[in-house]
C-alpha cells in the first residue's frame, strides 16, 4: 500500500514521557508514506493511572473516528495488548516494532474492516510542533529500580551511533532549531565506542557550531558523567546550566528498597560542584516503607539543596514488579498528601530563585505567543510585539506573576 505524503492527515498523541513524543514524530513522518490517514497513540504504563488513561483515550477516538485506523503503540500497549486489541479500528503496534513500517502495513492489511474516510475528529489534544528539536540518543535501560516497568517494556540499553545523532542535529539546525535536548531512556548510560554522554555534548557542540543551547533531558544522580557535564557547563555557555535528576527519593533507606544507585550524599557532591547550575527532581512519594520520619528526610534534603522544581508523584505498584509485593505499602491518601507537601516546596525553592534573579538580563527560547523559557528552565512572558516561535534573545526580567517571569526586550 502507497500513499501521498501527507502530514498532515496523520494525528499523533503521545502520552507520558518525551520520548514518546520524539518517536511519535518519527512514525508520523514514516505513516504519511503509507497510509491516506492515520491516528498515532503512543501509550504510558509509568503508572496505572497512565495506563488507565491511554485506554480511556484510545476508546474515544475509536469512537469519533469509526473508518479511520487507529495504530495505538508504546509501553501501555506493549504491556497490556489486550486493553486495546477489542477497540474497533485498532492495531497494537509493540515498542519493538513502533519504528517498523511493515509492522503497520501488515496490521491495516489484515484488519477486519474497511477505512473509508480520512476525516479524522480529535477531541485529545494533538501533539504539537516545539521550538526546541528532541534527539534521541539511547533506548532501553539495564538497570533494576523495583518499582520500574517501563524498563521492561523498552529492553536493555542501546546507544546510538554518534554519527546518526550528528546528522540529527546538522538537520535540526539547518530546520530551524536552535535549542537541542538530548532524550533517552536512561541517557547517563550512553556509551558507545568508549564515547560517553559527556563526550558527545562536547562533540556536538564542536561539530555543530550553528548549536546555540544543548540541554538532556534526565540524568540518574548515580552517573559518574554529571561532573563531567557540570564542567562542560562551566566552561561552554551553550550547555544550558539546568539539570534534570531522577532522584525518586531523597533518603537512604527508600532509595535502597528502590534499587537505586545513588544517595543523598551523592545529591550533596553533585550541588556542590554546581555553581550557578539550577537542579530539577522526580520524586516518587508514598513507596512501600516510606515513613513519616524518612519522607521528612527528603523533605529535608529539597530545603537543603533547593531544586526548583520537582515531578512529584504517588507510588503506583505495578504488578510484574518487586515493590508490588512489598511491606509497607502506603495508603494513597498520604502518598497524594505528600506530593502536595514536595510541590510546595519546590514551589518555595523556585520562588526563591526567581526573585534574586529579578531585574538581570538572561537569554531566552522563544516558544510560542511571547512566552518563552530561560536557561534555567523557567517561563518567562515578553510584552510587546510578536516574536517569531524558536527565536534566541536577551529580554531583562522586570516582575514575576503567577509562577512565570514577565520580561522585556532589550
Known amino acids: 500500500m502507497q500513499a501521498e505524503n501527507n502530514k498532515n492527515n496523520i494525528k499523533t498523541l503521545s502520552m507520558g514521557c518525551r520520548l514518546n513524543a ?10 504519511s508514506k503509507i497510509v491516506p490517514a492515520a491516528i498515532l497513540v503512543n501509550t504510558c504504563a509509568v503508572t496505572a493511572e497512565a495506563e488507565r488513561q491511554s485506554g480511556q483515550t ?53 484488519a477486519p474492516c474497511n477505512f473509508t474516510t480520512d476525516k479524522i475528529i480529535i477531541s485529545a489534544k494533538c501533539d504539537t510542533p516545539l521550538s526546541k528539536q528532541f534527539i534521541q540518543v539511547q533506548n532501553g535501560c539495564n538497570h533494576a529500580c523495583t518499582y520500574c516497568i517501563t524498563r521492561m517494556l523498552r529492553g ?6 554518534y554519527d546518526d545523532i550528528l546528522s540529527d542535529a546538522r538537520n535540526a539546525v539547518e530546520n530551524g532549531f536552535y535549542e537541542i535536548v538530548l532524550t533517552g531512556v536512561d541517557t547517563a548510560s550512553y556509551i558507545h565506542n568508549d564515547f560517553f554522554i559527556s563526550d558527545l555534548c562536547k562533540n556536538l557542540l564542536k561539530d555543530v557550531p550553528e548549536i546555540q543551547r544543548l540541554r538532556i533531558s534526565s540524568l540518574d544522580p548515580a552517573s559518574p558523567e554529571i561532573f563531567k557535564l557540570i564542567d562542560l557547563i562551566h566552561s561552554d555557555k551553550r550547555m544550558m546550566p539546568h ?56 523533605l529535608d534534603l529539597i530545603h537543603e539543596t533547593k531544586p526548583i522544581k520537582i515531578h512529584a508523584f504517588p507510588f503506583s505498584p505495578r504488578p510484574g ?5 512489598m511491606s509497607g505499602q502506603i495508603d494513597h491518601n498520604i502518598s497524594k498528601q505528600r506530593v502536595k507537601i514536595i510541590a510546595d516546596a519546590a514551589d518555595e525553592n523556585r520562588r ?25 528552565d523557567i517561563s518567562v512572558r515578553i510584552d510587546g510585539a510578536t516574536i517569531p516561535s524558536r527565536t534566541i534573545c536577551n529580554i531583562k526580567l522586570t516582575d514575576i506573576e503567577n509562577d512565570e517571569f514577565i520580561g522585556k526586550t532589550l
Request: hydrophobic residues 40%; glycine residues 4%.
Open 22 to 31: 520524539l518517536e511519535s514524530e518519527k512514525i508520523q513522518n514514516m505513516l
Open 58 to 110: 484510545v476508546r474515544r477516538l475509536a469512537r469519533e473516528n469509526p473508518n479511520v485506523p487507529i495504530f495505538v503503540t508504546g509501553c501501555a500497549a506493549t504491556r497490556n495488548s489486550g486493553l486495546f486489541s477489542e477497540i474497533p479500528n485498532t492495531m497494537v503496534i509493540p515498542n519493538s516494532d513502533k519504528l517498523t513500517p511493515t509492522a503497520y502495513i501488515d496490521a491495516i492489511n489484515s
Open 156 to 161: 536493555r540499553a542501546v546507544s546510538f551511533k
Open 243 to 298: 539539570i534534570h535528576l531522577s532522584m525518586q527519593s531523597g533518603t537512604d533507606e527508600i532509595l535502597r528498597a528502590m534499587g537505586r544507585r545513588h544517595n543523598a550524599d551523592t545529591v550533596r557532591r553533585i550541588i556542590s560542584a554546581a555553581d550557578d547550575i539550577t537542579f530539577s527532581w522526580d520524586i516518587i512519594c508514598g513507596f512501600p516503607g516510606e515513613t513519616d520520619d524518612l519522607f521528612n528526610q527528603t
Open 321 to 325: 514488579t518487586p515493590a508490588a509485593d
Open 352 to 376: 526563591a530563585f526567581m526573585q534574586k534573579n529579578l531585574g538581570q538580563v538572561t537569554q531566552v527560547l522563544v516558544e510560542e505567543n511571547n512566552i518563552a523559557r530561560t536557561p534555567h
